[in-house]
């Protein structure tokens, strides 16, 4: 963790690669190490915005840097640190300032933390009924890096838990900075039992750049199947490979024995493009066959489915926050080992409060994330593994949107009406735990008919009725009718465009109804000129697909729910709603009362044209005293 970000990656005896990334937007297809990294570094600014506790995107960057720079800077996770004593600026030395030779200022970092925490404490006053005392500007301050450790877990979980590790199992071993100042915190969220913090974690990054290995790659492709005919031929390939690796170090000075090879088959699966990196493990007698056990290991992982209380210890490069219920134990070289204490359910009761409110966006949000993330990865087809044409959220147990990831925004409020036209046709006596229903009808929230829409319920420890819905909406290329991809621009009744689906279990408690599935995706071949799928095979695959990011947002909701216990998880999910709503109507009322300002009316307008030149228009009014709105005019 260091000013302006914080990075995360995984090691398991050996560093986890990737060939794909993607930086500020733009994809770099090369071997990199997988290193996931989130704003919420010691420069991430501080806002609160709409009833929220938000940390970044945006930086304070080194220059003017947080407000405590002495720089007219921003406020940011350093000042909340340093305003909390977690920072303590005798130990800093005095390069601050415009002359750089000033010590790090608490009393602005605490006036600006001040005014952010009147902020807070007037718009709670006027917008929640609840009558709760002010927050102070410590609580604040906390608030703020209670959200920003919620953020790194995020990006923690997104490594790990999305694909197939258990966080609990895993020591967190930090260094930058900061990162002493947040690892308690984020273990215990996590899970994880041990923090290991390096005698030089401080400037370990600078430190292990000056000690890593020199490292030269060479790859080129194959795409052969991976069979006993061919191995020969990949022997012989990885041996030409490690000749050129050792031939370019050998002429930068490096002899035989200080070489070491370590070899990579990329292999996937045939009919798709999910590449997994795999090498023998080390106590592996490294034969080919070896890699065929490293791959299918990764898949099923990936993809199946002594100091007690808050003290500080501080020396030379490091600033260490231990945690209450966490002990450390400096060892003889320095290092200090923390042991996490075993964590009680969190009591945080049911009134809203805001810093709760922010953490529980983070947990939300996560879970649609991590469904994408599988849905992505496991799919078959073109149009949800590269295109991207999918989403995923949950939903409340009356149906109503909680959280959605960044995908495709025209599905979500399909998808809530959706899943609210399943409870009401249905009934709660028509479901039960292990059912999952496929549906993509118009009368069913449908949008078309190749957006399949798979909905899971979401039962905990054996309630009667769902406690949430998880729910993802796919495009599938092809569900037959007239024409291949299902959108025929001629059609004159439904069955034309293709299979449809009113209400269909695709698991009926824990069994899948394969059998039917392909009898109703084959149905439309029944009426004339049409044909029933043209691609069965990517449509069971990519169905599977979505089961199984259903059944990951499943796992983690009954996580969430075993650590705040169910009332609590549900009061804080209408408090995002009802948040939600509040955000809206603050919008519109800012609209409408710069466009009355401006035009003297509330209304927007605008208009678009069809294929023969029909227009299409639509007013919309605002009305900003009881901020809300409602088409004036459409045609």
Same mark, same amino acid.
């Given at each position: 963790? *260091?000013? $302006?970000?914080?990075? =995360?990656?995984?090691?398991?005896?050996?560093? /986890?690669?990737?060939?794909? &990334?993607?930086?500020a +937007?733009v994809?770099?297809?090369?071997?990199?190490?997988?290193?996931?990294t989130?704003?919420?570094?010691?420069?991430?600014?501080?806002?609160?915005?709409?009833?929220?506790?938000?940390?970044?995107?945006?930086s304070?960057?080194?220059?003017?840097?947080?407000?405590?720079?002495?720089?007219?800077?921003?406020?940011?996770v350093?000042?909340?640190?340093?305003?909390?004593?977690?920072?303590?600026?005798?130990?800093?030395p005095?390069?601050?300032?415009?002359?750089e030779n000033?010590?790090?200022?608490?009393?602005?970092?605490?006036?600006?933390?001040?005014?952010?925490?009147?902020?807070?404490?007037?718009?709670?006053?006027?917008?929640?009924?609840?009558?709760?005392?002010?927050?102070?500007?410590?609580?604040? *301050?906390? $608030?703020?890096?209670? =959200?920003?450790?919620?953020?790194?877990?995020? /990006?923690?979980?997104?490594? &790990?838990?999305?694909? +197939?590790?258990?966080?609990?199992?895993?020591?967190l071993?930090c260094?930058?900075?900061?990162g002493?100042?947040?690892?308690?915190?984020?273990?215990?969220?996590?899970?994880?039992?041990?923090?290991?913090?390096?005698?030089?974690?401080?400037?370990?990054?600078?430190?292990?750049l000056?000690?890593?290995?020199v490292?030269?790659?060479?790859?080129?492709p194959?795409?052969?199947?991976f069979s006993?005919?061919?191995?020969?031929?990949?022997?012989?390939?990885?041996?030409?490979?490690?000749?050129?690796?050792?031939?370019?170090?050998?002429?930068?000075?490096?002899?035989?024995?200080?070489?070491?090879?370590?070899?990579?088959?990329?292999?996937?699966?045939?009919?798709?493009?999910?590449?997994?990196?795999?090498?023998?493990?080390?106590?592996?007698?490294?034969?080919?066959?070896?890699?065929?056990?490293?791959?299918?290991?990764?898949?099923?992982?990936e993809?199946?489915?002594?100091?007690?209380?808050?003290?500080?210890?501080?020396?030379?490069?490091?600033?260490?926050?231990?945690?209450?219920?966490c002990?450390?134990?400096?060892?003889?070289?320095?290092?200090?080992?923390?042991?996490?204490?075993?964590?009680?359910?969190?009591?945080?009761?049911?009134?809203?409060?805001?810093?709760?409110?922010?953490?529980?966006?983070h947990?939300?949000?996560?879970?649609?994330?991590?469904?994408g993330?599988?849905?992505?990865?496991?799919?078959?087809?073109?149009?949800?593994?590269?295109?991207?044409d999918?989403s995923c959220?949950?939903?409340?147990?009356?149906?109503?949107?909680?959280?959605n990831?960044?995908?495709?925004?025209?599905?979500?409020?399909?998808?809530q009406?959706?899943?609210?036209?399943?409870i009401?046709?249905?009934?709660?006596?028509?479901?039960?735990?292990g059912?999952?229903?496929?549906?993509?009808?118009?009368?069913?929230?449908?949008?078309?008919l190749?957006?399949?829409?798979?909905?899971?319920?979401?039962?905990?420890?054996?309630?009667?009725?769902?406690?949430?819905?998880?729910?993802?909406?796919?495009?599938?290329?092809?569900?037959?009718?007239?024409?291949?991809?299902?959108?025929?621009?001629?059609?004159?009744?439904?069955?034309?465009?293709?299979?449809?689906?009113?209400?269909?279990?695709?698991?009926?408690?824990?069994?899948?109804?394969?059998?039917k599935?392909?009898e109703?995706l084959?149905?439309?071949?029944?009426?004339?000129?049409?044909?029933?799928?043209?691609?069965?095979?990517?449509n069971?695959?990519?169905?599977?697909?979505?089961?199984?990011?259903?059944?990951?947002?499943?796992?983690?909701?009954?996580?969430?729910?075993?650590c705040?216990?169910?009332?609590?998880?549900?009061?804080?999910?209408?408090?995002?709603?009802?948040?939600?709503?509040?955000?809206?109507?603050?919008?519109?009322?800012?609209?409408?009362?710069?466009?009355r300002?401006?035009?003297?009316?509330?209304?927007?307008?605008?208009?678009?044209?069809?294929?023969?030149?029909?227009?299409?228009?639509?007013?919309?009014?605002?009305?900003?005293?009881?901020?809300?709105g409602?088409?004036?005019?459409?045609?």
């Amino acid at each position: 963790m *260091a000013n $302006g970000s914080f990075q =995360v990656s995984r090691y398991a005896g050996s560093f /986890a690669h990737v060939m794909e &990334t993607a930086i500020a +937007g733009v994809t770099i297809q090369a071997p990199q190490l997988d290193i996931h990294t989130v704003a919420a570094g010691g420069g991430s600014r501080l806002f609160f915005r709409s009833g929220l506790f938000e940390v970044g995107p945006e930086s304070a960057c080194a220059t003017p840097g947080p407000v405590c720079y002495r720089k007219n800077g921003y406020l940011a996770v350093t000042d909340a640190n340093l305003v909390l004593g977690r920072i303590i600026p005798d130990y800093f030395p005095h390069i601050f300032g415009e002359s750089e030779n000033e010590p790090l200022d608490r009393a602005a970092a605490l006036e600006a933390m001040q005014h952010i925490t009147d902020e807070a404490n007037a718009f709670y006053s006027a917008h929640v009924d609840v009558s709760r005392p002010p927050m102070s500007v410590e609580e604040v *301050a906390l $608030g703020f890096i209670d =959200v920003a450790n919620e953020t790194m877990c995020r /990006a923690i979980r997104s490594i &790990t838990q999305a694909k +197939g590790h258990d966080t609990s199992r895993h020591v967190l071993a930090c260094f930058g900075g900061a990162g002493g100042q947040h690892a308690c915190a984020i273990a215990k969220s996590l899970g994880m039992k041990s923090v290991f913090i390096h005698r030089y974690s401080g400037i370990l990054s600078a430190y292990g750049l000056a000690l890593a290995d020199v490292v030269h790659e060479a790859q080129e492709p194959a795409a052969k199947v991976f069979s006993k005919e061919n191995f020969e031929y990949f022997r012989d390939r990885l041996k030409s490979l490690m000749e050129q690796c050792r031939n370019e170090l050998k002429k930068i000075g490096f002899t035989d024995e200080l070489i070491r090879y370590e070899p990579f088959l990329y292999m996937r699966y045939s009919r798709t493009d999910c590449s997994l990196m795999c090498s023998p493990s080390a106590s592996s007698d490294q034969s080919m066959e070896c890699y065929e056990e490293s791959f299918n290991e990764a898949y099923k992982r990936e993809f199946g489915f002594t100091i007690p209380g808050r003290e500080i210890i501080v020396d030379d490069i490091r600033t260490i926050v231990v945690e209450p219920r966490c002990e450390a134990t400096i060892t003889e070289e320095g290092n200090i080992c923390i042991a996490i204490g075993d964590q009680a359910q969190t009591d945080i009761g049911v009134d809203i409060d805001p810093i709760q409110l922010s953490i529980f966006s983070h947990r939300f949000m996560s879970i649609a994330e991590q469904m994408g993330q599988i849905l992505q990865r496991t799919a078959i087809s073109t149009n949800i593994k590269e295109r991207l044409d999918f989403s995923c959220a949950l939903f409340g147990p009356d149906g109503g949107l909680v959280a959605n990831a960044p995908h495709i925004p025209v599905h979500l409020g399909g998808m809530q009406a959706t899943v609210r036209f399943q409870i009401e046709h249905l009934g709660i006596e028509g479901m039960h735990d292990g059912d999952v229903i496929l549906c993509n009808h118009p009368k069913a929230g449908g949008s078309h008919l190749p957006d399949l829409t798979v909905i899971t319920p979401v039962y905990y420890k054996g309630s009667e009725r769902p406690v949430f819905f998880v729910a993802n909406r796919g495009h599938h290329a092809d569900i037959g009718g007239l024409v291949p991809g299902s959108m025929p621009p001629h059609s004159t009744c439904l069955q034309q465009e293709g299979a449809a689906f009113v209400s269909f279990k695709l698991v009926d408690q824990g069994r899948l109804q394969e059998a039917k599935l392909i009898e109703l995706l084959n149905a439309p071949g029944n009426v004339p000129g049409c044909s029933g799928t043209r691609n069965l095979s990517d449509n069971l695959s990519d169905l599977r697909a979505q089961i199984a990011a259903n059944q990951k947002g499943i796992g983690l909701v009954c996580e969430l729910i075993e650590c705040y216990g169910l009332d609590v998880v549900h009061a804080y999910m209408a408090h995002i709603q009802n948040n939600a709503e509040m955000a809206v109507r603050n919008l519109l009322k800012q609209v409408g009362r710069k466009r009355r300002e401006e035009t003297g009316i509330a209304i927007l307008s605008a208009v678009d044209y069809m294929d023969d030149g029909t227009p299409i228009c639509l007013s919309v009014q605002i009305d900003d005293e009881k901020v809300s709105g409602h088409n004036a005019s459409s045609m």
